[in-house]
């Protein structure tokens, strides 16, 4: 069987195997358990929710307060989830904004390079620091083995690039 899940929708299909959730909860699992690796933004939650339904990959739940609707997976989404699980993952592609516009250092001012490795960082900074407490979390709590090794590559991942920002001559030479 070949699913026709992109994947957004399998990573949501994966998030609701724990629990139903209502789109902000799938917005906060997401960022929690993905966030390190695995980008998914709001609208994109939004956006692919009533294509599930339509489906027949989740079922919507009741309305709740400020318009709150939890999603379940259902047995078809189960089965088109672990479908997807089976292809194969395909080629790893990094999309980072520094790398880009350090690709073109030679073309930046000493200012211009001198911010960008500042500011990337600052931001690896807090996000390390982010998937730290995501991960004391993860392990306290019982998302399981390989929801605390995702959560370790993201520490190992900010630490990376922190060590390696630290190489990145800051000035054209």
């Not at 990573?11 to 695995?38: C, I, K, Y």
């Not at 989404?77 to 479908?83: E, I, L, P, Q």
């Not at 520094?98 to 000493?110: M, Y």
Request: aromatic share 6%; hydrophobic share 40%.
């Amino acid at each position: 069987m070949t699913s026709r899940l992109n994947s957004t929708s399998a990573a949501l299909l994966g998030l609701l195997h724990d629990a139903p959730m209502t789109g902000g909860q799938l917005v906060a699992a997401a960022n929690e358990r993905l966030g390190s690796f695995w980008t998914v933004t709001r609208s994109q939650i939004y956006r692919e929710l009533p294509a599930l339904a339509t489906s027949g990959f989740v079922r919507a739940g009741k309305k709740g307060p400020r318009s709150s609707q939890p999603y379940s997976v259902t047995p078809a989404g189960k089965r088109a989830f672990s479908a997807w699980l089976s292809e194969p993952a395909g080629t790893d592609q990094s999309r980072n904004p520094v790398l880009l516009r350090l690709g073109f250092g030679a073309n930046h001012s000493p200012e211009q390079l001198r911010r960008l490795l500042a500011g990337a960082t600052a931001e690896h900074e807090v996000a390390l620091q982010q998937q730290k407490e995501s991960l004391a979390r993860l392990r306290k709590g019982s998302d399981g083995t390989f929801a605390v090794a995702a959560a370790e590559f993201g520490v190992a991942y900010e630490k990376a690039v922190l060590k390696w920002l630290d190489t990145v001559p800051a000035s054209r030479g």
